[in-house]
């Protein structure tokens, strides 16, 4: 209960990440650098506030009924929850004493053996994929997508829960071809319950400059309602009908 971690924020009434109302911890520190990243903030370690999983979690139960009631709880977002997988784990373990559901809210890089004890205690992993082609990945993030897929195979493989998240990035992977990779992807997952697509946003574009950056997506707009529609309806036509 005194292992400590470095965090960047808590949000106390979460509705987007996971099934109810959730207790949202934003973790500090982040190995990949999305170009469309809305947490720009988040990625370096150091810079996050220290707090230990006893003073966490005296603030989850404060509301811990009300989590109880919408079938909620917590979910460990980030930068990257994997980043401090001891820390998540036993966060998580004091949320499942109390019977509540546990979400990872990860960009899934990381060694499938450092994380195992944590998926113990995880009940739903939101797996937000950047793409699925291992070339484009690393230019969108940085990193190439080969532990990433490593890590999705072993979630089939042990049978736990996903929702998987894909972020629409108008002109660069938001085509039929884009869309019919992904649906192939989606299909060779039994486990992935649900597809979120989300579209891309400009929230956090201040954050860029805050941090001293250009926002390398600044000629990029947001896509409109029908772009989306298009995409989801050319997966739909895949087979793929859990789409939100
Ligand atoms: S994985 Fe998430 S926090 Fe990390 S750079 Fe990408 S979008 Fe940002």
């Not at 990949?32 to 370690?45: A, S």
């Not at 150091?46 to 109880?68: D, S």
Request: net charge negative; aromatic share 10%; charged share 25%.
């Amino acid at each position: 209960m005194n292992t400590a971690g470095f965090i960047h924020s808590v949000e106390t009434f979460g509705t987007v990440d996971g099934p109810g109302t959730r207790y949202v911890v934003f973790l500090q520190g982040c190995p990949l650098r999305c170009k469309f990243c809305h947490n720009r903030d988040t990625w370096n370690r150091a810079q996050g506030k220290k707090v230990t999983v006893r003073e966490l979690l005296l603030e989850f139960n404060e509301y811990q009924e009300f989590y109880r009631r919408t079938g909620g709880g917590m979910t460990a977002s980030g930068g990257e929850p994997l980043m401090q997988a001891g820390f998540v784990s036993e966060l998580f373990h004091g949320v499942k004493n109390s019977g509540l559901n546990t979400a990872l809210d990860t960009s899934g890089y990381a060694s499938e053996r450092e994380i195992d004890s944590l998926l113990e205690v995880t009940d739903l992993v939101l797996l937000g994929l950047k793409a699925v082609d291992s070339q484009e990945h690393k230019e969108l993030t940085g990193v190439s997508n080969e532990k990433i897929m490593a890590f999705i195979r072993h979630l089939r493989e042990v049978q736990k829960p996903v929702w998987l998240r894909y972020v629409l990035l108008p002109g660069i992977n938001d085509d039929f071809n884009h869309a019919d990779r992904l649906a192939d992807f989606v299909r060779s997952f039994t486990n992935i319950e649900r597809l979120e697509l989300l579209g891309y946003h400009k929230l956090g574009a201040a954050k860029w400059e805050l941090c001293g950056d250009e926002d390398p997506l600044k000629h990029i707009s947001p896509p409109d309602q029908n772009q989306v529609e298009l995409f989801r309806r050319r997966l739909n036509d895949l087979g793929i009908k859990k789409i939100y």
